[in-house]
């Protein structure tokens, strides 16, 4: 429980406006767009599933602890034993360019930063792919 390590990453977006980007890390269609094979949310819950066939199915439950409109959203996940972790995806603007950042911060534990960095960088990839964001 006490050995995982929090993770930041930014990520440039194709957008200039909070509010363009804020459906795709706060809705459940916008998630699914990106973040897993199938999102659904129902009032502060959020369900993902990963995976196309019945065997292969992965469901992870989430609880949105904190959320402010075209800003940032925060969850934990329902199973997580750590108190401290949280995954949140917050919108902010790049003082140069204008340009909204995504940025994450999430926990993993200690060994698995790399692969879960990864995983980031496909699920925004896949953001930029089937959004154009």
């Known amino acids: 429980m006490d050995d995982m390590k929090r993770i930041y990453l930014e990520y440039e ?6 509010s363009a980007v804020w459906p795709i890390i706060s809705e459940a269609t916008g998630l699914q767009r990106w973040m897993a094979d199938e999102v659904e949310r129902e009032g502060d819950k959020l ?3 990963w995976g196309t066939s ?7 439950t989430a609880t949105i602890v904190k959320e402010k409109a075209e800003k940032f959203i925060r969850f934990k996940w329902d199973d997580d034993t ?5 995954c949140e995806l917050r919108i902010e603007v790049g003082e140069i ?3 909204c950042i995504l940025a994450i911060t999430d926990y993993a534990d200690d060994g698995d930063t790399e692969s879960l ?3 980031w ?3 925004v990839q896949m953001l930029h792919q089937n959004t154009g964001i």
Request: aromatic fraction near 10%.
């Open 13 to 18: 977006l194709n957008a200039t406006s909070p």
């Open 97 to 99: 360019t204008n340009d």
């Open 117 to 119: 960095k990864d995983i």
């Open 82 to 86: 750590n108190p401290d972790a949280y």
């Open 54 to 60: 019945y065997m292969n199915k992965d469901t992870k």
């Open 121 to 123: 960088d496909e699920n």
């Open 47 to 49: 369900t993902f599933t």
